[in-house]
């Protein structure tokens, strides 16, 4: 069965800095995507970003951007010039049978 | 706004007693999935449904049922409601049914309490 681990349950990060959130995950298959959610404390499940395996080059969303290793099974979450609207629960998530990892919890410092 | 509405909000009931869940997908889309999270917890993918047909199970209890209707709004039943079936619901809607590739958008959820 597919797992998908985010080894950080919590991190920080200075306003206006920079942050990455860690994911890996294990499949056998060779085409899926993945994707960051973003959780709020309003509860709200928010699309962050999404790729695609078989691209090779890594998505990008305005400050959001991701580091996808596919041969490392790796798939970290890139936050630039971070807001305080950034702070969240980050779920990291394998298409296929959509798992979740257990979250990540980003704080924002003024 | 992600354009999936759910209802209620919020539902609080007695322990063994029974709810229902319902879902509007985004206009569109034919796929409905269900997932259940628990205080703190990640989420737990429990059925999916494209265009009126089951198309997947997870972890969902035999207590629990789903349909997708013509109109392709979902509905998810629990019944014999446990303590530990306290938790948040979502639906997510897709615009197909691929499972592993579709980008599924979430509605806002439905917090179940079981008193």
């Known amino acids: 069965a597919q797992t998908v681990t985010q080894s950080q349950p919590e991190m920080s990060v200075q306003e206006a800095e920079t942050v990455t959130l860690s994911c890996t995950y294990d499949?056998?298959?060779?085409?899926?995507?993945l994707f960051w959610y973003k959780q709020p404390p309003s509860r709200q499940m928010i699309l962050v970003i999404r790729q695609e395996a078989y691209k090779q080059q890594n998505a990008t969303e305005n400050r959001f951007s991701v580091n996808f290793q596919k041969a490392a099974k790796s798939f970290s979450l890139k936050i630039s010039d971070s807001q305080l609207g950034d702070a969240a629960m980050y779920f990291c998530?394998?298409?296929?049978?959509?798992?979740f990892g257990p979250g990540t919890r980003l704080s924002v410092l003024p | 706004d992600s354009g999936v509405t759910q209802t209620p909000k919020h539902l609080i009931t007695a322990t063994g007693q029974r709810v229902t869940l319902r879902c509007s997908p985004r206009s569109g889309d034919l796929s409905v999935y269900w997932y259940q999270q628990s205080l703190d917890q990640g989420l737990q993918f429990l059925i999916h449904?494209?265009?009126?047909?089951?198309?997947a199970k997870g972890n969902i209890l035999e207590r629990f049922s789903a349909q997708q209707f013509p109109d392709l709004h979902s509905e998810l039943n629990l019944s014999s409601l446990e303590l530990g079936d306290s938790a948040l619901y979502f639906c997510?809607?897709?615009?197909?049914?691929?499972?592993?590739?579709?980008?599924?958008?979430f509605g806002p959820g439905t917090r179940l309490t079981v008193l």
């Open positions: 997510a809607s897709s615009r197909a049914g691929g499972f592993s590739t579709d980008t599924q958008y």
């Open positions: 499949t056998s298959e060779s085409d899926y995507y």
């Open positions: 449904y494209y265009n009126g047909e089951e198309r």
């Open positions: 998530a394998y298409g296929q049978n959509f798992v």
